[in-house]
């Protein structure tokens, strides 16, 4: 009929619910009142404290407060606004003050009243409430998507997430979205006295009832006697919950209470715990971290765990295995808690064809050799500047102040590089193109001249710098430091047997050892000549090597202004004679070095009975004299 007679099309017309085009980019809204989150409490305890806090603030007895209880659903927070009884507009809550307009999914959720059932609405009026997806809805969803290959979620509240930032309202009303209000943003000319009147209020209008709300007083008791109610309702819901929201009924007593931070101090949200489970461990998978920790990865028989799937789940370390008892094939109990990666707990059974956990020889990305750190639970993937997982944060420690110090190559603009695959290794650094960054969202020509000049002016560098920016395992900078004084040049650290490395001043037999490897990596070796090739130098140690070293042992501390010398050539100077330079002053201090306007480090000095030297006798002591 609509289509015959365009002006019988109503704005609450059933068919403009999924009639909405797909929108090309998100609206920012600002909210007319912010949205706000809550505390949460963990036990009954901190439930019941929350509310005696509460009850001496307007000194009352905790038991004399009427509490309302509403199972807290496991979705996204909605401003649903209306201007005379018709849905204006819908928006996600972002920061509490800016939202970003969901209006076109929103508009294909039934429970979402396009127009107000009251024939006099008020002008404005915003409902707050969850928007869900209910557990037997999200199944459908996830079977459909290993039907068709296509992506699983994890929990319903990311599938319901995903499917309200839909740009196109047709895949978002296929979807089982539901809405259940919890309160009101602002709401005009209404007058309301308690919190159960408002969701009445808004039962009436056509909104759908929160099941299972309850009104009590604020005794310990009654809070523990709902608690267990909720925790067997729980189950027996259709959708997921994750805990139970406290609100204190009376709205004056709320305005009196108020708000700290973004949380009211009249709500609390006590959440359920961790959840348990028996499955089977059919797998485990080596997943290599940014800094090439290999960590292995539990692949379960598909659970049910409080709403959510569990596929997965962490193992941690090889050490944890091992304290588990674990193997594949036995079944094993799993916990998870919140948002947070659910973990095996133990051992229930042991299969009856089970193996063992074996850690690969080999990194599952790159194929170099994997080692496991002397005295430590991680086993780490050699290929430190190739392996693939690694990249990113390589790039970033090369680049960052301490080593390279290419100031305008920052973590999101490498980030954004590597992902594109310019920039695979710190050889492409020198490689890339002014159109490689002003081709890239928020760049312009301007930003990637300056990157690429950056990347010109570090390319003077220092031997020790440049091998701390290497990233070898363990190598930090004063260990790059330590080693390019012994050697001198890089080729002589390249060659250095595990017995020489020792000999380095601070240099045990982890470091030395990951030194050894990383430079018998060609991978390693090859990328080092290209940087070489594209420019990158460095002045060697000057001397013989291994210098005298008069200070070895001592731990100098420099404090104030020196006239003659800058802070960084003092301390250059102190370290090439073998001191190390702290920043603080201690019993096992060897020596200050005071310059003018000393502060706090020269009267800790003296009270502790450390040497200390002004700048004249400092350059007199090693022949500076000016
Ligand atoms: S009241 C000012 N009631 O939980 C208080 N929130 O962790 C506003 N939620 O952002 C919230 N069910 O998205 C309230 N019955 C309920 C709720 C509920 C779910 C969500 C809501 C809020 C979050 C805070």
Same mark, same amino acid.
């Given at each position: 009929?609509?289509?015959?007679?365009?002006?019988?099309?109503?704005?609450?017309?059933?068919?403009?619910?999924?009639?909405?085009?797909?929108?090309?980019?998100?609206?920012?809204?600002?909210?007319?009142?912010?949205?706000?989150?809550?505390?949460?409490?963990?036990?009954?305890?901190?439930?019941?404290?929350?509310?005696?806090?509460?009850?001496?603030? @307007?000194?009352?007895?905790?038991?004399?407060?009427?509490?309302?209880?509403?199972?807290?659903?496991?979705?996204?927070?909605?401003?649903?606004?209306?201007?005379?009884?018709?849905?204006?507009?819908?928006?996600?809550?972002?920061?509490?003050?800016?939202?970003?307009?969901?209006?076109?999914?929103?508009?294909?959720?039934?429970?979402?009243?396009?127009?107000?059932?009251?024939?006099?609405?008020?002008?404005?009026?915003?409902?707050?409430?969850?928007?869900?997806?209910?557990?037997?809805?999200?199944?459908?969803?996830?079977?459909?998507?290993?039907?068709?290959?296509?992506?699983?979620?994890?929990?319903?509240?990311?599938?319901?997430?995903?499917?309200?930032?839909?740009?196109?309202?047709?895949?978002?009303?296929?979807?089982?979205?539901?809405?259940?209000?919890?309160?009101?943003?602002?709401?005009?000319?209404?007058?309301?006295?308690?919190?159960?009147?408002?969701?009445?209020?808004?039962?009436?209008?056509?909104?759908?009832?929160?099941?299972?709300?309850?009104?009590?007083?604020?005794?310990?008791?009654?809070?523990?006697?709902?608690?267990?109610?909720?925790?067997?309702?729980?189950?027996?819901?259709?959708?997921?919950?994750?805990?139970?929201?406290?609100?204190?009924?009376?709205?004056?007593?709320?305005?009196?209470?108020?708000?700290?931070?973004?949380?009211?101090?009249?709500?609390?949200?006590?959440?359920?715990?961790?959840?348990?489970?028996? =499955?089977? @461990?059919?797998?485990?998978?080596?997943?290599?971290?940014? =800094?090439?920790?290999?960590?292995?990865?539990?692949?379960?028989?598909?659970?049910?765990?409080?709403?959510?799937?569990?596929?997965?789940?962490? @193992?941690?370390?090889?050490?944890?295995?091992?304290?588990?008892?674990?193997?594949?094939?036995?079944?094993?109990?799993?916990?998870?808690?919140?948002?947070?990666?659910?973990?095996?707990?133990?051992?229930?059974?042991?299969?009856?064809?089970?193996?063992?956990?074996?850690?690969?020889?080999?990194?599952?990305?790159?194929?170099?050799?994997?080692?496991?750190?002397?005295?430590?639970?991680?086993?780490?993937?050699?290929?430190?500047?190739?392996?693939?997982?690694?990249?990113?944060?390589?790039?970033?420690?090369?680049?960052?102040?301490?080593?390279?110090?290419?100031?305008?190559?920052?973590?999101?603009?490498?980030?954004?590089?590597?992902?594109?695959?310019?920039?695979?290794?710190?050889?492409?650094?020198?490689?890339?193109?002014?159109?490689?960054?002003?081709?890239?969202?928020?760049?312009?020509?301007?930003?990637?001249?300056?990157?690429?000049?950056?990347?010109?002016?570090?390319?003077?560098?220092?031997?020790? =710098?440049?091998?701390?920016?290497?990233?070898?395992?363990?190598?930090?900078?004063?260990?790059?430091?330590?080693?390019?004084?012994?050697?001198?040049?890089?080729?002589?650290?390249?060659?250095? =047997?595990?017995?020489?490395?020792?000999?380095?001043?601070?240099?045990?037999?982890?470091?030395?050892?990951?030194?050894?490897?990383?430079?018998?990596?060609?991978?390693?070796?090859?990328?080092?000549?290209?940087?070489?090739?594209?420019?990158?130098?460095?002045?060697?140690?000057?001397?013989?090597?291994?210098?005298?070293?008069?200070?070895?042992?001592?731990?100098?501390?420099?404090?104030?202004?020196?006239?003659?010398?800058?802070?960084?050539?003092?301390?250059?100077? @102190?370290?090439?004679?073998?001191?190390?330079?702290?920043?603080?002053?201690?019993?096992?201090?060897?020596?200050?070095?005071?310059?003018?306007?000393?502060?706090?480090?020269?009267?800790?000095?003296?009270?502790?009975?450390?040497?200390?030297?002004?700048?004249?006798?400092?350059?007199?002591?090693?022949?500076?004299?000016?």
């Amino acid at each position: 009929m609509e289509a015959e007679n365009l002006e019988l099309i109503t704005a609450d017309s059933p068919s403009q619910r999924v009639g909405a085009k797909p929108i090309d980019d998100y609206v920012k809204i600002e909210h007319t009142v912010k949205m706000l989150s809550l505390a949460n409490a963990f036990t009954l305890a901190e439930t019941y404290d929350f509310f005696e806090k509460a009850a001496k603030e @307007l000194d009352v007895d905790p038991s004399s407060l009427d509490i309302f209880s509403e199972p807290k659903l496991d979705g996204l927070a909605i401003s649903l606004h209306y201007v005379h009884g018709l849905l204006s507009y819908a928006a996600t809550r972002g920061d509490g003050q800016v939202g970003e307009d969901v209006t076109h999914t929103i508009k294909t959720v039934k429970s979402v009243p396009i127009k107000l059932a009251t024939d006099c609405p008020p002008a404005t009026l915003d409902v707050r409430g969850e928007v869900f997806m209910p557990k037997a809805a999200f199944e459908k969803l996830n079977l459909q998507a290993l039907q068709n290959d296509s992506k699983v979620f994890v929990n319903p509240r990311n599938a319901a997430a995903g499917t309200v930032r839909q740009m196109n309202p047709k895949i978002a009303a296929e979807r089982d979205l539901q809405f259940i209000p919890y309160g009101l943003g602002d709401y005009g000319e209404l007058k309301f006295t308690r919190h159960s009147e408002i969701l009445k209020f808004l039962h009436t209008i056509g909104f759908r009832k929160n099941p299972h709300c309850y009104s009590f007083h604020g005794s310990f008791e009654e809070f523990e006697k709902n608690y267990h109610v909720m925790e067997k309702v729980r189950e027996k819901l259709p959708m997921q919950i994750d805990g139970i929201v406290y609100k204190i009924d009376d709205l004056s007593l709320q305005t009196a209470l108020g708000f700290i931070a973004r949380s009211p101090k009249w709500a609390v949200a006590r959440k359920f715990p961790a959840q348990n489970d028996v =499955t089977q @461990l059919l797998s485990v998978d080596f997943q290599v971290g940014r =800094t090439g920790v290999l960590t292995p990865v539990a692949r379960l028989e598909p659970v049910f765990v409080g709403g959510v799937t569990v596929e997965n789940a962490t @193992l941690h370390n090889m050490d944890e295995i091992e304290r588990l008892g674990l193997e594949i094939g036995d079944s094993v109990e799993i916990q998870r808690a919140g948002d947070v990666i659910p973990k095996v707990v133990k051992v229930v059974a042991q299969g009856a064809d089970r193996k063992p956990i074996i850690m690969p020889e080999r990194c599952p990305v790159c194929n170099a050799a994997v080692e496991r750190t002397e005295g430590q639970a991680a086993f780490r993937c050699t290929g430190v500047l190739t392996c693939a997982a690694q990249g990113a944060e390589r790039i970033r420690h090369y680049a960052s102040r301490k080593f390279m110090n290419i100031t305008n190559l920052g973590t999101k603009l490498i980030e954004l590089l590597y992902n594109k695959g310019t920039l695979k290794t710190i050889a492409d650094i020198y490689t890339l193109k002014i159109d490689d960054i002003a081709s890239l969202d928020g760049q312009g020509e301007k930003s990637a001249q300056n990157v690429l000049a950056s990347i010109q002016t570090s390319k003077t560098t220092k031997l020790g =710098t440049f091998l701390g920016a290497l990233g070898i395992y363990e190598v930090g900078e004063e260990g790059a430091k330590n080693i390019a004084r012994y050697f001198k040049n890089l080729d002589a650290i390249a060659a250095a =047997t595990l017995e020489e490395l020792m000999q380095v001043p601070d240099i045990g037999p982890v470091m030395a050892k990951n030194v050894v490897e990383f430079f018998h990596n060609d991978n390693n070796q090859a990328i080092i000549k290209k940087i070489r090739d594209a420019g990158v130098t460095w002045q060697d140690e000057p001397g013989a090597p291994v210098q005298p070293q008069p200070l070895a042992g001592q731990t100098w501390v420099l404090t104030g202004t020196l006239q003659h010398l800058s802070r960084n050539e003092a301390k250059a100077l @102190l370290e090439s004679l073998g001191a190390k330079v702290a920043g603080s002053v201690s019993k096992k201090t060897s020596c200050v070095v005071v310059g003018q306007e000393a502060g706090s480090k020269l009267a800790t000095a003296q009270s502790l009975g450390v040497k200390v030297l002004d700048e004249a006798e400092f350059l007199a002591e090693f022949n500076l004299g000016h």
